[in-house]
């Protein structure tokens, strides 16, 4: 690629994303392979792994912030606990699907675990008022039970309580 030429890639690049991803699309699809704006798409693919992993830790911090709630947040519990449940199940769909889509974050899942409890954690203490101490500085559930969408902190599952 030439100078010229280069210059106008990164120009594409940072001026129209869109059309430079479409760009990129065609000229690989075209086996184009020397026009290829190969600095830029590698680290697009980095980026999108990257991505993957935040929104990876994203979800199950949010995850634990409402199995938090739940556990301990008493005085909104009766006015909150369907809702929380509902979070709670749609942080957990959301997981799956992730995980599903990328099984390879799934040791990743466990590599994050205890520090997006903590930072849950934080949080919660924060939203609640209570001191950090209120609250276990261990995980309050394993890796299989924030994953089950039957469990939940009050140590029955829903498909075994009475409805």
């Known amino acids: 690629m030439t100078a010229q030429s280069s210059q106008l ?6 001026d129209d994303y869109y059309l430079w991803v479409d760009t990129t699309v065609r000229k690989l699809r075209c ?3 020397d026009t290829v704006d190969w600095e830029n ?13 935040r929104a990876l830790a994203s979800l199950l911090t949010r995850l634990f912030e409402h199995l938090l709630k739940l556990t ?19 942080f957990r769909l959301q997981i799956k699907k992730l995980l599903k889509d990328s ?5 990743y899942l466990t590599e994050i675990f205890d520090e997006c409890y903590l930072d849950a ?16 500085p261990q995980a309050i559930t394993t890796i299989k039970e924030v994953l089950d969408e039957n ?3 009050d140590g029955k599952s829903e498909s075994t309580k009475e409805g």
């Open 31 to 33: 086996a184009e392979f």
């Open 41 to 53: 798409l590698i680290e697009e693919i980095e980026s999108m792994g990257r991505s993957e992993k």
């Open 9 to 14: 890639v990164q120009t594409l690049y940072e």
């Open 103 to 107: 099984p390879s974050l799934k040791p």
């Open 121 to 136: 954690r934080k949080v919660i203490s924060q939203l609640t008022g209570k001191k950090l101490a209120n609250f276990p």
């Open 151 to 153: 469990w939940f902190p």
């Open 72 to 90: 301990y947040w008493e005085s909104e519990r009766e006015n909150n606990e369907n809702k929380w449940k509902g979070e709670i199940t749609a």
